[in-house]
């Protein structure tokens, strides 16, 4: 299947490379980067993994989630694709997970 970002999903990572450049190194920063593309590429041939994200069910779209070290990659199958509605770090409050 192909894996596809909403346009939330890119600038949640884009903001999460910003902050680990900052906090702390650029190696650190591709070593998350890294294991976050591994956690899309997994998804990819494995479309149900996961569980059910219940923190998203009031929207009713069936959102599911693929823990990655500290982060969740929120995703819903549809047709023939994966699609990345959010990567949350799961260090956050869960009442700013956006879906």
């Known amino acids: 299947m192909k894996v596809l970002l ?21 190696n ?21 993994a996961g569980q059910f994200e219940i923190l998203l069910d009031h929207l009713g779209k069936g959102h599911r989630r693929w823990v990655v070290g500290n982060y969740k990659l929120i995703y819903l199958v549809v047709e023939d694709r994966i699609v990345i509605t959010d990567i949350f770090d799961a260090r956050q409050h869960p009442g700013k997970m956006r879906g």
């Open 6 to 26: 909403t346009k939330l999903a890119a600038e949640d990572l884009e903001r999460h490379w910003d902050f680990m450049l900052e906090a702390y190194d650029e």
């Open 28 to 48: 650190y920063a591709q070593r998350t980067l890294d294991l976050l593309d591994d956690g899309m590429r997994f998804l990819a041939k494995h479309p149900g």
